[in-house]
């Protein structure tokens, strides 16, 4: 078992579920002492903590409770996040006002609580959880992918922004992921068991990609291993991207 996260901090938001959740487990396992920010946070081994990322007040008191607990935080995985489907005709305002609210401006408000804990750290880095939606020109999902090409940029912007404080940030770009939130999707279908097939037909390996999968790309990103590697993005998509 490796353990190079032993003596390190990290915040994980969305780490209730899917890819937080096993991203959280594996730091944990690692050696981390993890904090997962949530609107339904997880209990032991991780500090729980009970936050929207929309409402910047209560991820100010999640992030400082979380270095306060701690003493420091070295690491966040900005991984909350929600699905819309639909083109632009699909979505009124609001709803595309209250997607990039979650999708992007959530990443903003929780990496800039985080800051200047961070620039106490030696380890500092960000990892946001990005979608191979940023750049694929995906079909029926505008507004989903306009909010993960913003975290894109955002990524790109803050990596730069920060290098001389020490912080390095990047993003995962997964492919379709067997997470709870994809189960929901298909649970809704007329035939899950079929709809469920020809996703995964779709996809160039024949299946989709798992939580714990993301989740080790997102630990190296995050990890001391991964000490030279700012403003990339690392796509985990079972080929998704690079074969189609
Ligand atoms: P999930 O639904 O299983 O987990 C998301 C978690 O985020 C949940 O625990 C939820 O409670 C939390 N959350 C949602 N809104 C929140 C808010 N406003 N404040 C705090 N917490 C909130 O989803 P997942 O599949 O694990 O997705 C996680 C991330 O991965 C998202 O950013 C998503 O866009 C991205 N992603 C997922 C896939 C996929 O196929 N599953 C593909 C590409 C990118």
């Known amino acids: 078992m490796s353990t190079e996260f032993e003596g390190l901090t990290a915040l994980v938001t969305g780490g209730g ?17 993890v904090a997962c920010l949530d ?11 009970k936050a ?9 008191t999640a992030v400082a409770a979380a270095a306060e607990h701690f003493g420091g935080l070295d690491i966040v995985v900005n991984n909350a996040g929600i699905g ?28 800039r609580a985080a800051l200047p804990y961070l620039r106490q750290s030696s380890h500092a880095a960000i ?21 993960k090409g913003a975290v894109l940029s955002l990524t790109l912007a803050m990596a730069a922004d920060h290098v001389e404080d020490g912080i390095r940030v990047n993003c995962v770009n997964p492919g379709t ?42 630990a190296y990103l995050a990890s001391p291993l991964g000490s030279a590697t ?15």
Do not use: K
């Open 39 to 49: 609107v339904n946070p997880p209990g032991e081994p991780f500090l729980g903590l």
């Open 84 to 111: 819309a489907a639909g083109t632009i005709a699909d979505n009124p305002d609001d709803e595309w006002l209250r997607v990039l609210d979650i999708n992007v401006v959530g990443m903003v408000r929780v990496a």
């Open 177 to 218: 992921a067997d997470t709870p939130w994809v189960g929901r999707l298909l649970d809704a279908a007329t035939d899950p068991v079929a709809e469920r097939a020809a996703l995964e037909q779709r996809q160039p390996m024949g299946r989709l990609v798992s939580a714990q999968e993301i989740a080790h790309a997102i």
């Open 127 to 147: 990892v946001n959880t990005c979608s191979i939606a940023a750049t694929a020109g995906l079909p029926n999902r505008a507004l989903y992918s306009a909010s």
């Open 17 to 33: 579920s899917g890819i937080g959740l096993a991203t959280a487990t594996l730091l944990a396992e690692r050696g981390a002492r």
């Open 230 to 244: 700012t403003g990339t993005a690392i796509a985990v998509d079972g080929g998704m991207q690079g074969l189609r």
């Open 52 to 60: 929207d990322v929309t409402d910047d007040a209560s991820v100010r």
